[in-house]
């Protein structure tokens, strides 16, 4: 079936330190690509989305990147604080909803 | 605007006990979801519905169902809980569905955390 690998699944980087998440999609219909944070006893919140006729989309210090060829795209997240410390998902939409696993980000001070 | 809210946060049912999950959300939207999150895993769609009176399965409907009465609320209901139902509950809704033009973002409420023992 159609499914989204996400990678690395524990990202442990200094503050100030630059972060990379990856994500690989298999449905080729997928056209809406959101990445959402999650913190500790919360529900996911979106923080920045990217459809599949643009190639790159910045929001201050976090960038998602998509290459549709590869069926891949990515989320950076430059300066990191602490407070970027939370679970991040992909998510690639088409047909269905798909999420990927997560990827567990610590920013140590 | 509270968002999408959830009740309870947190619950401990017996094997075969019943139960309902209650969400809500005050946007006026007229697509809401409901996943749940196992450990270590991604989301996985249960049901969902498209406006008041309409739902569909998702992914991993077994085990539970749902309504849509009205277009703020979409409750889950647990008819016999297993312990394979232990997870944490996302009720989510959004203007759009899935692959319309639009706003396809999904507003999750906080959880509930379902303990099936």
């Known amino acids: 079936g159609e499914n989204v690998e996400q990678h690395p699944s524990t990202l442990s980087v200094q503050e100030g330190d630059s972060a990379v998440i990856k994500c690989t999609y298999s449905?080729?219909?997928?056209?809406?690509f959101p990445w959402y944070k999650q913190e500790l006893g919360k529900g996911p919140q979106l923080i920045i989305d990217i459809r599949s006729n643009v190639g790159e989309k910045k929001d201050q210090r976090i960038a998602v990147t998509l290459n549709k060829t590869a069926k891949h795209f990515s989320l950076h997240i430059t300066e990191t604080q602490p407070e970027d410390s939370a679970v991040y998902f992909c998510a690639a939409i088409g047909d269905k909803l798909i999420f990927g696993t997560g990827t567990r980000l610590q920013v140590f001070p | 605007n509270a968002g999408v809210t959830q009740t309870p946060k947190f619950r401990i049912l017996k094997i075969g006990q019943s139960m309902t999950l209650q969400c809500t959300q005050d946007?006026?939207?007229?697509?809401m979801y409901w996943y749940r999150q196992d450990p270590g895993m991604g989301l996985k769609l249960i049901y969902y519905s498209v406006g008041a009176g309409i739902t569909d399965k998702g992914e991993v409907p077994n085990g539970y169902n749902v309504s849509r009465s009205t277009t703020e609320d979409f409750p889950l209901r647990l008819e016999l809980a297993a312990p394979s139902q232990t997870s944490v509950y996302f009720c989510?809704?959004?203007?759009?569905?899935?692959?319309?033009?639009?706003?396809?973002?999904?507003?999750f409420g906080p959880g509930t955390r379902l303990l099936v023992l």
């Open positions: 989510a809704s959004s203007y759009h569905s899935m692959g319309n033009r639009g706003s396809e973002t999904q507003y």
């Open positions: 449905d080729s219909a997928s056209n809406y």
């Open positions: 946007m006026n939207h007229n697509y």
